[in-house]
Nanobody
Framework: EVQLVESGGGLVQPGGSLRLSCAAS????????MSWVRQAPGKGLEWVAAINSGGADIYYADSVKGRFTISRDNANNAVYLQMDSLRPEDTALYYC??????????????????WGQGTQVTVSS
C-alpha cells in the first residue's frame, strides 16, 4: 500500500520554528519527486515546496521562500520541511504529496498524485 504519513506539526509562536517529517512506504521513494502542500482554514490547497527524486532540484512558493527548507533522505524514505520565522498566515494543514510533474502547479487536487493525511501547524501567540 502506498502511504505517506506526516508528523511534526503543532502549536508554535510567531517567529518560531517547526520541522515536519513525512515517512513514505509502499513505493520506491527514491524514484519520485516530493512536495509539501498546505491548506489554511477556509482556503484552497497551496503548493509550498518541491524536491526532485535525487534532491538536487528544489522549488519554493514565493510565500515561504527564504523561511522554509525542504529536504529528503532517500535512505530512510523521508522528506522534511524545516519551517523558520513562522507567521500566523502559515497556519494550515500541511500535506506531504507526490505528483507526476514539476512545479509550477496551477491546480492541485487530492485526486491527483499521492497524499498523506496532513499534520496541523498553528502559529499563534
Amino acid at each position: 500500500e502506498v502511504q505517506l504519513v506526516e508528523s511534526g506539526g503543532g502549536l508554535v509562536q510567531p517567529g518560531g520554528s517547526l520541522r515536519l517529517s513525512c515517512a513514505a512506504s509502499g513505493f520506491t521513494f527514491s524514484n519520485y519527486a516530493m512536495s509539501w502542500v498546505r491548506q489554511a482554514p477556509g482556503k484552497g490547497l497551496e503548493w509550498v515546496a518541491a524536491i526532485n527524486s535525487g534532491g538536487a532540484d528544489i522549488y519554493y512558493a514565493d510565500s515561504v521562500k527564504g523561511r522554509f527548507t525542504i529536504s529528503r533522505d532517500n535512505a530512510n524514505n523521508a522528506v522534511y520541511l524545516q519551517m523558520d520565522s513562522l507567521r500566523p498566515e502559515d497556519t494550515a494543514l500541511y500535506y506531504c504529496a507526490s505528483f507526476n510533474a514539476p512545479p509550477p502547479y496551477d491546480f492541485l487536487s487530492k485526486n491527483l498524485g499521492t497524499w498523506g493525511q496532513g499534520t496541523q501547524v498553528t502559529v499563534s501567540s
